[in-house]
């Protein structure tokens, strides 16, 4: 049986990565599904592959964020589900992060989520039930060393803004959010892998399960906690990590 028949739901980061594999996986199960994404023309050829809809849209833009957010629920007919997946990695640490860095970091990844939530929560609240999910980090629960701090900073941020969307939104709408650790996507190219292909080995030794996640495996927590599967659940920070913030 498929597990989002009927639903409504937008995919913010789609064009890529851990947002494709979710995009994808909905539209399988039976979902609506708009995909918000800056790079435009790689949201729509994802969108004309798999069946959804695509607008450009820049998730730090209030303005953009609130017209495209329309313009979705327009298309789809109403709204009520929300993946906010669109991020972007900064690899800077304390010393060498300019204020510049750390406020663009912090503008897509943290306010971000929260422009995309504030302008899709009425059109959910209008139908009374909704879902949304947002794309943390496993660095948001733990940082793991220096190097990221602007990152790991917008991904706590995230943490606890699921958090606080969640009572402010119950009951009629759960919110969550998801904990990553490394994924193949084009985010991590030249992380992931030696430079011959190999996975790397410093991924192997550090996490539990001995390798890093490919986005459909993401995809499927993101499935859980936007299906009905997860009815009694909301404000929570799932890792989905083989194993790494506890190894
Ligand atoms: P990706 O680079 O493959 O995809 C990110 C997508 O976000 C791209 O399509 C990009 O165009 C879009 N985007 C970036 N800035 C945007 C903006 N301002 N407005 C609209 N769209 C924008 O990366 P991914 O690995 O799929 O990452 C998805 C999410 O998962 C991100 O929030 C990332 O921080 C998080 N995450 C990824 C990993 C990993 O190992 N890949 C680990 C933890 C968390």
Excluded: W
């Excluded at 639903?7 to 594999?21: D, E, F, H, M, P």
């Excluded at 304390?94 to 897509?108: E, G, H, N, P, Q």
């Excluded at 936007?226 to 009815?231: G, N």
């Amino acid at each position: 049986m498929p597990r989002l028949t009927g639903r409504k739901i937008i995919v913010t980061g789609g064009a890529s990565g851990i947002g494709r594999a979710t995009a994808r996986l909905f539209r399988q199960e039976g979902a609506d599904v708009a995909i918000l994404d800056r790079s435009d023309n790689a949201a729509k050829a994802v969108a004309d592959e798999i069946g959804a809809v695509s607008f450009g849209c820049d998730v730090s833009d209030p303005a953009s964020v609130s017209a495209a957010v329309a313009k979705a629920a327009e298309a789809m007919g109403g709204l009520d589900g929300l993946v906010n997946a669109a991020g972007i990695l900064s690899e800077t640490g304390l010393s060498d992060t300019s204020a510049d860095v750390f406020a663009r970091t912090v503008a897509v990844n943290l306010t971000g989520t929260f422009l995309v939530i504030q302008a899709a929560a009425p059109f959910m609240q209008k139908g009374g039930k909704g879902t949304i999910v947002n794309i943390a980090s496993g660095v948001g629960l733990m940082p793991t060393g220096p190097g990221s701090i602007a990152y790991v900073a917008s991904k706590g941020g995230v943490v606890a803004l699921t958090k606080s969307a969640s009572m402010e939104l119950a009951p009629a709408i759960r919110v969550n959010s998801v904990c990553p650790g490394a994924v193949e996507t084009p985010m991590t190219a030249g992380h992931i892998r030696t430079a011959d292909g190999a996975p790397s080995p410093s991924i192997a030794s550090r996490y539990a399960l001995g390798r890093h996640a490919q986005p459909e495996e993401l995809a499927a927590a993101i499935l859980f906690l936007t299906s009905d599967e997860s009815s009694f659940v909301t404000g929570i920070a799932l890792p989905v990590d083989g194993g790494r913030t506890f190894h």
